[in-house]
């Protein structure tokens, strides 16, 4: 028997159908929900990246404007743009596309955004509501995404016990706090590269996620029969078969063979973080704008 798909392209287009119809509303009130992109350097996947987000906010009707500046760009530089869009009324949400070019501190960049527009949700105002066990404000995208996907398919999440591999500030550390909170009430482990037997840690899990950044990390046997497996990770990888590249995630596609429920590599978390995104940046318009 295989893993039963958590379908997160197919939820994303549901999410975002939704959207569409909250922009129209908010057209109708005179208000144009605005995502800005900035892109720094010629790197090939952000770009990949960037483009999809473009396209979803075209899906929904959001207005994006992407402000793509050489890989040379200063820190300062990007932190006056930043300053200016904050003080853009006509600007919902700012996104900084990751990564930026080693002269630009991700950290600093973050803290500039004003919290309201901080569409990613990584402001320390935003995570530290998070800490509080206040989910009202901008959450973080790929969390948030993984999240509504596991309710979706009503997942039993109170009680178990929920291994999470990965602890960055973008997905790991984030999506324990939510998986922990009150109302979701799981026991999460936190693991990561310091982290000793973890396949015995996830043999012994209701639920794995894997937000590791290696590909086919977690292996068949790490998981035992009837878990859920949630698969963060996205590498590009020679297809020796075909001789082109092939995205993969962190987990063994020979799990689907054991798990009850699982994500594929593409099509899972992926589509659900840029719904989130835009739900951010909807969220945020309303907000922002009454
Ligand atoms: P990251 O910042 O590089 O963090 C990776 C985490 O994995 C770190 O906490 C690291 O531990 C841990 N780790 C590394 N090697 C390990 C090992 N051998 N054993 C156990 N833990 C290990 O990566 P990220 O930004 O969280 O992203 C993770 C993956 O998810 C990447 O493939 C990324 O492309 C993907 N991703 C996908 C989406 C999506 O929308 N689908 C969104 C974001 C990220 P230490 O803390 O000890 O270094």
């Not at 015995?200 to 497996?229: H, L, M, T, Y």
Request: aromatic share 2%; glycine share 8%; hydrophobic share 40%.
């Amino acid at each position: 028997m295989g893993a039963v798909l958590l379908d997160g392209k197919g939820l994303s287009r549901e999410i975002e159908d939704d959207l569409k119809n909250r922009v129209g509303k908010l057209n109708n009130e005179g208000i144009e929900p605005h995502l800005a992109v900035i892109l720094v350097g010629d790197d090939p996947a952000s770009h990949v990246y960037v483009r999809n987000k473009e396209n979803a906010c075209k899906r929904t009707g959001i207005k994006s404007t992407k402000i793509i500046l050489p890989a040379s760009t200063s820190e300062k530089e990007v932190l006056d743009l930043i300053e200016e869009m904050n003080e853009d009324d006509d600007i919902h949400g700012i996104l900084v596309q990751s990564p930026t070019p080693k002269q630009i501190n991700e950290l600093e960049i973050t803290n500039k955004i004003n919290p309201a527009k901080d569409v990613d949700g990584f402001h320390p105002q935003n995570l530290g509501k998070l800490v509080q066990g206040d989910t009202d404000g901008l959450l973080p995208c790929t969390p948030a995404g993984i999240m509504k996907l596991l309710i979706h398919a009503k997942i039993k999440l109170e009680g178990k016990k929920v291994t999470v591999i990965g602890r960055s500030r973008i997905v790991g550390m984030p999506l324990s706090l939510m998986l922990a909170q009150k109302g979701v009430d799981a026991t999460v482990t936190i693991t990561h590269s310091r982290s000793k037997n973890i396949d015995k840690i996830c043999q012994s899990s209701d639920v794995i996620i894997a937000a590791v950044g290696r590909p086919e990390f977690v292996k068949k046997e790490w998981i035992r029969n009837s878990s859920v497996v949630v698969d963060v990770g996205i590498s590009r990888v020679l297809d020796k078969s075909t001789g082109k590249n092939k995205l993969v995630g962190d987990v063994e596609e020979a799990a689907m063979e054991v798990a009850s429920h699982m994500t594929p590599v593409p099509g899972g978390v992926g589509p659900m973080t840029i719904a989130m995104l835009l739900t951010n940046t909807v969220v945020s318009a309303t907000k922002n704008s009454t």
